[in-house]
């Protein structure tokens, strides 16, 4: 009986993890919007190349809806969500150029000043929140570059349960 209810809580908690891992959600850090003026240690510490080419980058999406004079933020952070999502894990990445260079691009494209979305979007502690994507469209494009096919956190939870139900009946 007491390795009946063993298994039981096991299953629950194999369970209870599994679906708290699915429920995360991608972010766009706050920090990327910081100043890219470093110190101490860091002024010997050269940044990585963006593995992402922002220069061909289709920025329609942000200049057709973000305009001035007033660039609206119920207009300008959706539109840069948007564009923005997709490249989340390369711009969150500190050790390289990413997040400067898609916003000189986007700067440059839609001849905004310097900080609109910074100083306008705004979401909660974490930074922007980026819808869940499929897992084809939540690779980062140098990984869809290269011809990686990689798997997403929830998607090796889920195999792991199985995997673990599965031997759990062999028991």
Known sequence: MGLSNFKCYLILAVFLSLFAGLSASTFISDSIFGSSGSTGRNLLQAKKSCPVNFEFQNYTIITSKCKGPLYPPSLCCPAFKDFACQFADDIN??????????????????KYPPGLFSSECKEGKQGLECPALPPSESQSKSER????????????RMILVAVFLVLLQFM
């Not at 990445?93 to 839609?110: K, R, V, W």
């Not at 990689?150 to 090796?156: A, D, E, L």
């Open 93 to 110: 990445d500190l050790t390289n150029e990413c997040a400067s260079i898609m916003f000189n691009y986007i700067n440059l494209e839609g």
């Open 145 to 156: 570059s290269k011809g990686c096919w990689t798997v997403s956190k929830p998607f090796r």
